[in-house]
């Protein structure tokens, strides 16, 4: 079955063709682009003696993505190769009208490379065999056709076209992959055969009607439906071989099409039958009389385009089998006459200049050949007999006599069906002879219009002669095509229908007379009707649909301000609403709150602790405007936290703790320094409340979650580290053989990202220019003396010690409390040290200042280290050791993850350096004056 | 003592929140240092509480939870580089457009604001 694969793959493949053969030439171009289409275009006639003939079903498939049940699955059966006929038939007619077409500096490569890739899409629409992939090609339609109508983009007519096609269909689009989902999930499978199988159990679902719906929103929308069909009108900005093949033949078809193939699953219920055949109704009608009135030789075309295809909908909603024959049928039918139309109005357009009905007339004289051709082709389009348009005409007449469901409304859809046959046979009167009949205005007198080239006529020659041809011999040329077309789409027995031209004086054929007469004295007597419609306020669709978009933008516009104001405190309330609203939901289920878990007996200590920490925290808050103050006790609550960590066995915690807490307390005093003090402004009262709501919940929630894990016993893996920490490590501490061995790729992770926040910070703080405050909040002068001698004194007294005892807690680090980031910290606080007490220029006078090859230093040490494990064959981060007999020292152990340690210690030192001499120099920068 | 470390978590965190909805910059970065030790205190305390007991092979009977000791470990460290970096944004913010407040008004606005009352 790789036949079928290649008719979707080869115009898919050949997308590429034109695009990257543009530099050799427009014919080049346009054979590139007409080769793959021929090739597929016979493929599909090699399928067709068993697919027409025999009524065999093809299919093929690949998988795709097995667990979402989407398989690259195709199937050619009656319906489907109708439709590939369609698509490739006409495709390839307006490559070669297209070729005439095109002006020789409109870029052909990127045209036929659009054309061949929308006909790709609608080739996978129409064989697609899996529900998710229709909806992929589906949407691949949106888009090519989007770039299509676009093709002229400097336009802005084109550009808004295209726009509001691609947002109805794109919508369009959401819906039906909504409803085809819908569908699987009821049904099981997204296999089509299986959908359509199934019919039964969709139309029985609770869903089904949702289902409907969104399938027919995807429907209504492709296929121009009433109230959806404004788009199209619009979209005649495109080039009008692009008209003549997506607005006429395939990709407004793709809307009847997914309504024919889905005839089996979804059709047959009363709400089918109400949604389809009424908008199919109001359709019809619509377009009929709008196409009457436009000036447009397209805009006229496309409300007829719009006017048949709610013929077709409205054919499919009547539930018959003979009406969905017909509307088969009917589709064929429309799209050669109507596809032959629109290219004679394009070699109208392109040979005047204009495609203004006002400003033709007469062409006939000028262009007799192509008179005579779009002649015969708006009688098929009005349904006049020995043309194709006459048979499905009657065919649809006689559905409409027949209706069955609207109980005593029902003589209102024949009625109906004949006034818009009537209107139908006058805009087909007013295109041919507006155009080609009557004088032709002065100004087309002199520009002397000629038959366009040979060759731009030959696809409307031949479309010309299938409408004579189907519409005298119908079940000779179409009759094998249309009973495997309607038996597909049916996926039932076919009833019995005639395709012959005369059936006798009946109700139908006094129906097309009425039609006929009727709109031959309603053009007659348009005037007076043109009146009227001018009176008629006509809103421009493009721009209510802009003004819509743009009311849209300026609601989401609003809600983004709203949301997003540029006030630190609204992201911060959006993010902690849901956190304050689990936590209140957390606290309202009430667990147990203090579990049986062995609790820790308290004593004074703890209690005199604990109520300094919450004491200082909330005088942190009350008196943070004070910020010297606010800082002392911020740093009160910070020892409290590391005696907590002493208390609770975790002194590598509490180290840690106390180191980082005296850098922060210098960060913050550095950066209280400059930060400036005066334009206190208050908090609303209802941002207060809320922020009161937030914090008393938030707090109150993550305290009772603590107590309770707290209290309540818990599975923990941490008997592996403990066991493992000396023979898997060879380290006693734990928490360091953790750090730096077991979890080492983690802290691996950690250094690096500190070197990534030192880095920003250097990037933050390099030229920026701060005013150096003269005065200290209290409008006192800041002290002259900047450093103390006691302080320098006693500071490089104390530098020596502090790094030897830096060292020591790094090379014990591995079997007490200590390691690399304790170190780090330590050795970076005797060093910062010297900058309080001695100012920038002294240290960097004897202490290298550049600390960034430092960092990188330290970062390359500890990934260095882990990969030197990976030399002899182990993973990544893999630790040894051994011990060593030093003299003196005696027993000494080395581990490769000491060496990990060093080089998060180096990282620490120049991480924590980088930050606080970059702002400290600040300081020194501005003065000009330093030591 | 665990009805102790919950209720210095509680208060923790809420002075945090608290400060970290305030309008200006100094009392944000003392929030989030705020808002870190409880988070680390946290951490630590799912390993549940423990006396006496380091993870310290040897040193004693038996042993605390050490994972989340080395997780808040480096946590705190983080922490420090996080409050500076919010620090620096804060002196970058102050230098660039000359207010410290975050509650996203220009300058200009804050005039006017002034003027009003």
Known sequence: ?931 | MEIMVALMIAVMTGCGVYLILRLRTFPVVLGLTMLSYAVNIFLFAMGRLRADAPAVIGEAANYTDPLPQALVLTAIVIGFAMTAFLMALALRAWGEFGTDHVDGKTVEQDATDEERR
């Open chain 1, 1 to 931: 079955m790789s036949v079928l694969f290649a008719i979707v793959l080869l115009p898919l493949a050949g997308a590429l063709l034109p695009r990257s053969l543009q530099f050799m030439g427009r014919h080049v171009v346009a054979t590139a682009a007409a080769l793959p289409v021929l090739a597929a275009l016979l493929l599909l006639f090699l399928a067709a003696p068993a697919v027409i003939g025999e009524g065999a079903l093809w299919q093929a498939s690949l998988p795709w993505l097995p667990g979402a049940g989407l398989s690259l699955a195709f199937r050619l059966d009656g319906l489907a190769w109708l439709f590939a006929l369609l698509i490739l038939g006409i495709g390839l007619l307006v490559i070669v009208y297209g070729h005439y077409y095109l002006h020789k500096n409109d870029p052909g490569g990127r045209f036929f490379s659009l054309l061949l890739l929308f006909m790709a899409a609608m080739l996978g629409v129409v064989t697609a065999d899996n529900l998710i992939l229709l909806v992929v090609f589906w949407e691949l339609t949106s888009i090519s056709s989007f770039l299509l109508i676009g093709y002229w983009s400097e336009q802005s007519a084109a550009r808004k076209g295209a726009r509001m096609a691609l947002t109805l269909t794109g919508a369009g689009g959401l819906a039906l992959l909504a409803g085809v989902i819908l569908i699987g999930q009821t049904v099981g499978s997204y296999d089509l055969g299986t959908v359509l199988a199934s019919g039964d159990l969709i139309r029985a679902d609770a869903l089904y009607p949702l289902m409907l719906v969104l399938v027919l929103l995807g429907v209504f929308t492709k296929s121009a439906q009433f109230p959806f069909h404004f788009w199209l009108p619009h979209a005649m900005a495109a080039p009008t071989p692009v008209s003549a093949y997506l607005h006429s033949a395939t990709m407004v078809k793709a809307g009847v099409f997914l309504l024919a193939r889905f005839y089996p699953a979804l059709a047959g219920t009363d709400l089918w039958f109400v949604l389809v055949s009424s908008a199919g109704l109001a359709t019809l009608l619509v377009g009929a009389w709008m196409a009457l009135f436009r000036h447009d030789l397209k805009g006229l075309l496309a409300y007829s385009t719009i006017s048949h295809l709610g013929l077709i909908t409205l054919l499919f909603g009547l539930n018959t089998p003979l009406a969905a024959v017909a509307a088969v049928f009917h589709i064929i039918n429309h799209a050669t006459f109507k596809a032959s139309l629109f290219m004679a109005a394009g070699i109208v357009d392109h040979e005047t200049g204009t495609r203004d009905i006002r400003q033709l007339g007469g062409l006939r004289r000028y262009m007799p050949y192509t008179a005579a051709l779009a002649s015969i082709a708006a009688m098929a389009m009005a349904g006049v007999p020995l043309l194709n348009g006459f048979l499905s005409k009657e065919m649809f007449f006689a559905e409409a006599l027949d209706t069955p469901l609207y109980g005593s409304l029902n003589w209102f859809v024949p009625l109906l069906a004949t006034l818009a046959g009537m209107l139908s046979v006058a805009y087909s009167v007013r295109f041919v002879h507006d155009v080609f009949f009557g004088i032709a205005p002065p100004a087309l007198q002199a520009h002397q219009p000629h038959e366009p080239p040979r060759f731009m006529r030959v696809p409307v020659e031949i479309l010309v002669v299938l409408c004579l041809a189907v519409g005298i011999v119908p079940a000779l040329l179409v009759g094998p095509l249309l009973a495997a077309s309607a038996a597909a789409t049916l996926g039932a027995p076919l009833p019995e229908y005639s395709l012959a031209i005369w059936h006798g004086f009946n109700l139908p054929l006094a129906m097309s007379v009425v039609a006929l007469v009727g709109g031959g004295l309603l053009y007659h007597f348009r005037m007076p009707l043109f009146t009227l419609q001018r009176r008629w306020p006509k809103p421009h669709a493009p721009d209510v649909f802009e003004h819509s978009i743009q009311q849209l933008i300026v609601a989401a516009a609003a809600f983004v301000r709203f949301v997003d104001n540029g006030a630190l405190q609204r992201y911060m309330a959006w993010l902690l609403l849901p956190v304050a609203l689990i936590m209140l939901a957390v606290i309202g289920s009430k667990p147990d709150w203090l579990g049986d878990h062995s609790m820790m007996p308290v004593d004074g200590l703890a209690i005199l602790g604990t109520a300094l920490a919450v004491v200082a925290s909330l005088a942190t808050v009350i008196l943070r405007r004070q910020r010297l103050v606010a800082l002392l006790l911020i740093s009160i609550v910070g020892l409290i936290v590391s005696l907590t960590f002493l208390r609770l066995s975790a002194p590598d915690l509490a180290l840690t703790q106390l180191s980082v807490e005296v850098v922060t307390v210098l960060l913050l005093m550095l950066a209280m320094y400059f930060l400036p003090t005066r334009g206190t402004i208050e908090s609303s009262r209802w941002d207060i409340s809320r922020d009161l709501f937030l914090s008393l919940s938030i707090g109150a929630g993550i305290g009772l979650l603590a107590l309770f894990v707290m209290t309540h016993p818990g599975e923990t893996i941490s008997a592996f580290f403990i066991e493992n920490s000396v023979p898997g490590g060879g380290g006693k501490n734990v928490v360091n053989v953790i750090l730096v061995d077991f979890r080492g790729f983690d802290t691996l992770g950690e250094i690096t990202v500190l070197a990534i926040a030192a880095a920003g910070i250097y990037a933050l703080l390099e030229n920026l220019g701060l005013c150096l405050p003269l005065y200290d909040p209290d409008g006192r002068r800041w002290a002259k003396e900047r450093y103390p001698v006691v302080l320098q004194v006693i500071s490089r007294a104390v530098l020596p010690i502090a790094l030897l005892v830096a060292m020591y807690i790094l090379v014990r680090g591995h079997n007490m409390p200590g390691g690399g980031f304790i170190a780090g910290l330590v050795t970076a606080v005797a060093l910062v040290l010297q900058y309080v007490a001695n100012g920038v220029h002294w240290v960097h006078a004897r202490v290298p200042n550049n600390y960034h090859p430092l960092v990188a230093f330290g970062v390359a040490l500890a990934a260095v280290t882990g990969l030197a494990s990976l030399l002899v064959g182990y993973p990544f981060l893999t630790s040894t050791f051994g011990h060593l007999h030093w003299p003196v020292v005696g027993e000494f152990e080395l581990a490769s993850a000491m060496l990990f340690d060093l080089g998060v210690y180096i990282t620490v030192v120049g991480a924590t350096l980088l930050i606080l001499a970059k702002l400290g120099k600040l300081s020194v920068v501005e003065s000009g004056e330093g030591n």
